[in-house]
T-cell receptor, first 113, second 109 residues
Framework: DVKVTQSSRYLVKRTGEKVFLECVQD?????MFWYRQDPGLGLRLIYF???????EKGDIPEGYSVSREKKERFSLILESASTNQTSMYLC????????????FGPGTRLTVL | GEDVEQSLFLSVREGDSSVINCTYT??????LYWYKQEPGAGLQLLTY?????DMKQDQRLTVLLNKKDKHLSLRIADTQTGDSAIYFC?????????FGTGTRLKVLA
């Protein structure tokens, strides 16, 4: 059974902290994605990666960075968390190319106080 | 712009049909997708349609595509309380999707 896992379901951090969100997929997918989901705004793409060590900015990369050292793992980093980064973060993976089904993790709800 | 638009809310009675609409932007999208998000969960693929099709039926689901108007719709027949969720349409690009804002479907018993 295909699986995308995220390191935490709920996370509470303080303003200015460095935050790591981890995502692991077991499907040998080339593509991995980080989205944030906010009410009324849908899913917005933060960063994506189409290969190990490759990364591309999405629509809202400001305040975030990513790391993909291994094919199965894609990390999202908030260098200095701010309250406006309180959100639901969703990781997804897919086969190479932009047209394949994306498989999503359960999400991490991050609250920055 | 790159906005994929959906209405935010839809409320129907159990047993009725639900129709969720989506207006997309890129006429070159090869596939158009519908994803479902149940409470507290990530998104799961519900169905998709290839861009050279007008309609696709899959059990209780019917997808209609109007390429001229860039309009996509999802019809759920005999809507059940288990269909209560957020539904996202998505168009595809070179590497990535563009998701709609999501429509929250509430099914009233």
């Amino acid at each position: 059974d295909v699986k995308v896992t995220q390191s935490s379901r709920y996370l509470v951090k303080r303003t200015g902290e460095k935050v790591f969100l981890e995502c692991v997929q077991d499907m040998d997918h080339e593509n991995m994605f980080w989205y944030r989901q906010d009410p009324g705004l849908g899913l917005r793409l933060i960063y994506f990666s189409y290969d190990v060590k490759m990364k591309e900015k999405g629509d809202i990369p400001e305040g975030y960075s990513v790391s993909r050292e291994k094919k199965e793992r894609f990390s999202l980093i908030l260098e200095s968390a701010s309250t406006n980064q309180t959100s639901m973060y969703l990781c997804a993976s897919s086969l190479a190319g932009g047209e394949h089904e994306q498989f999503f993790g359960p999400g991490t709800r991050l609250t920055v106080l | 712009g790159e906005d994929v638009e959906q209405s935010l809310f839809l409320s129907v009675r159990e047993g009725d049909s639900s129709v969720i609409n989506c207006t997309y932007t890129d006429s070159s999208s090869t596939y158009l997708y519908w994803y479902k998000q149940e409470p507290g969960a990530g998104l799961q693929l519900l169905t998709y349609i290839f861009s050279n099709m007008d309609m696709k039926q899959d059990q209780r689901l019917t997808v209609l595509l109007n390429k001229k108007d860039k309009h996509l719709s999802l019809r759920i027949a005999d809507t059940q309380t288990g269909d209560s969720a957020i539904y996202f349409c998505a168009e595809t690009g070179t590497y990535k999707y563009i998701f709609g804002t999501g429509t929250r479907l509430k099914v009233l018993a």
